[in-house]
């Protein structure tokens, strides 16, 4: 039995949901979070907004699941960056380790680039904060979320300091300081006075300041 009026044929326990996700990340990938309108998103997918809310406590509900979806995609992108460059097996460990957090942060403005309105929805305040902090766990209890690509930025950041070439004194902290400079940097791309560079301008900017993110944290 269809749960809309449209005449299409119904879902099955649990589609319904995943295509009002696929239709509101369409309207978040065409006009950012603001885009994000569930009565709209019910009317994509051809359902009346009473089976929408059967699977969307409210707006926020709805938008709250499409910032994981960016969320996910961005992981996505900073681990095709990854793939990328990943260099031979055999090789040097620290290197390796240089070049996977370089990559990462590629990924990552890649997506920004790419994908304006769903990395803006990736970062919006969907709701009350589901991020986690205690005085003693700092880092470790962070949870923005899927929280995957934030693991993948502590994993790179650890196999630099693993492989012997962390400069001292640089661990505490480093993945959001290194976070926080290419999240800058991608803002500035998208909505700040790097918006009209040409591809090759910011390329070098981009490399630019990942090079001196990973200096600052190398010997």
Same mark, same amino acid.
Request: net charge negative; proline share 5%.
């Given at each position: ?28 990938? /065409?006009?950012?979070? %603001? *885009?994000?309108?569930? #009565?709209?998103? =019910?009317?994509?997918? !051809?359902?009346?907004?009473? &089976? ?38 055999? /090789?040097?460990?620290? %290197? *390796?380790?240089?070049? #996977?957090?370089? =990559?990462?942060?590629? !990924?990552?403005?890649?997506? &920004? ?107």
């Amino acid at each position: 039995m269809s749960e809309g009026r449209s005449g299409k044929a119904g879902y099955h326990h649990g589609d319904l949901r995943n295509a009002l996700v696929d239709a509101a990340s369409e309207l978040a990938r /065409g006009g950012g979070p %603001e *885009a994000v309108v569930l #009565r709209e998103a =019910a009317r994509r997918v !051809g359902v009346s907004p009473t &089976a929408a809310y059967r699977h969307f406590a409210n707006q926020a509900d709805l938008l709250q699941a499409v910032k994981d979806e960016g969320q996910r995609r961005l992981a996505d992108s900073m681990e095709e960056a990854i793939a990328e460059t990943e260099p031979r097996p055999g /090789g040097d460990p620290a %290197e *390796a380790a240089k070049a #996977r957090l370089m =990559a990462l942060g590629f !990924g990552y403005v890649r997506f &920004a680039v790419t994908e304006p309105g769903m990395y803006r929805t990736a970062f919006c305040r969907a709701g009350p904060d589901r991020e986690k902090w205690t005085e003693e766990g700092g880092a470790a209890e962070l949870r923005p979320g899927d929280a995957r690509s934030f693991r993948l930025l502590v994993g790179a950041v650890d196999a630099i300091d693993a492989a012997g070439v962390m400069r001292p004194g640089s661990r505490t902290g480093a993945e959001f300081a290194a976070w926080s400079s290419v999240h800058g940097l991608a803002m500035l791309i998208l909505d700040g006075p790097l918006h009209d560079l040409p591809p090759r301008q910011r390329e070098v900017i981009v490399t630019r300041t990942l090079t001196t993110i990973l200096d600052g944290l190398t010997v």
